[in-house]
């Protein structure tokens, strides 16, 4: 794991930039290694990740981070990127990967309260997908906008939301 966060570090190759993204992504799937990789910097090494220009690289750095987003003290320092991570879905093609992605994470981190007042700018997004998205990307809204009705301070911003 520190070998691949390294190599995430010391290139530029978008290519292997996606191929370290995927295998840190896998690797989280255990919660021994969400912990190592927190430890090693991955979340913020990877979180920078998210600024990168080429679309397949955001992607993969969003998926990592979804799955290293079941730890709680993950989410704690991964809440950093939420504001980043629904700009990259407001502007990412309708129904693509990224989009996808990006709702993915967006959906762990709104399970709790903690970080919802972090996604209140993109509430009228969210509806404006819910209307034009296909299947797939409107299950995915829907998830973050129930777990965004679950709190009672998200109520009036949900209802106040120009569509």
């Keep these: 794991l520190q070998k691949l966060i390294h190599l995430l570090q010391a290139t530029d190759d978008p290519l292997i930039q996606e191929q370290a993204l995927i295998t840190l992504s896998n690797s989280a799937a255990f919660s021994v290694n969400q912990d190592i990789i927190r430890n090693l910097d991955g979340l913020s090494i990877i979180g920078g990740m998210l600024s990168d220009c080429v679309p397949k690289v955001k992607e993969k750095a969003l ?3 979804n799955n290293l987003s079941m730890n709680i ?6 809440q950093v990127y939420i504001t ?4 990259n879905v407001e502007s990412a093609p309708l129904n693509s990967d990224l989009q996808l992605a990006g709702l ?3 959906t762990n981190m709104s399970v709790t309260g903690d970080y919802h007042h972090k996604m209140i700018n993109s509430i009228p997004c969210f509806l404006h997908l819910l209307s034009e998205g296909t ?19 998200m ?3 949900l209802l106040r939301a120009q569509v």
């Design 135 to 153: 299947e797939r990307t409107q299950i995915q809204v829907l998830k973050v906008l129930v777990n965004l009705s679950a709190n009672p301070a």
């Design 73 to 78: 003290k993950n989410q704690e320092e991964i």
């Design 104 to 106: 993915r994470l967006l």
């Design 84 to 87: 980043q991570v629904c700009r």
């Design 63 to 65: 998926n990592a981070l």
């Design 155 to 157: 109520t009036r911003h």
